[in-house]
């Protein structure tokens, strides 16, 4: 099992960078898949980026492509997702998330969660 514990949520205007971290605790951190999800109010979770163990592999949806960037540090036990030119719509409570298949991008393929931590972009 791994735990996760999200930070570096906050307020940015339009067009500002926030970086989020996820540190995580767990023997196995090192050998799980990584994501980051958000949920925005009256809306489902959805996918934003996923890393393999091994940080060969990135995969990110198609609203944050080429803006987000996910990176893992398997020594520090981290997982970062830097967020450049923000909209309001990023506006959500961002999630990170650990999987055990290699780079999955399904809410259902990942079995540790954190608690969240909310961004929010003010127009």
């Known amino acids: 099992q791994v735990q996760l514990a999200e930070s570096g949520g906050g307020l940015v205007q339009t067009g500002g960078s926030l970086r989020l971290s996820c540190a995580a605790s767990?023997?196995?951190?090192?050998?799980?898949?990584k994501g980051w999800f958000r949920q925005a109010p009256g809306k489902e979770r959805e996918f934003v980026a996923s890393i393999s163990w091994n940080a060969a592999s990135t995969i990110y949806a198609d609203s944050v492509k080429g803006r987000f960037t996910i990176s893992r540090d398997n020594d520090k036990n981290t997982v970062d997702l830097q967020m450049t030119n923000l909209k309001y719509e990023d506006t959500a409570v961002y999630y990170c998330a650990a999987g055990s298949r290699y780079l999955p991008s399904v809410e259902a393929h990942f079995g540790s969660w954190g608690q969240g931590t909310q961004v929010t972009v003010s127009s």
């Open positions: 767990g023997r196995t951190f090192s050998t799980y898949a």
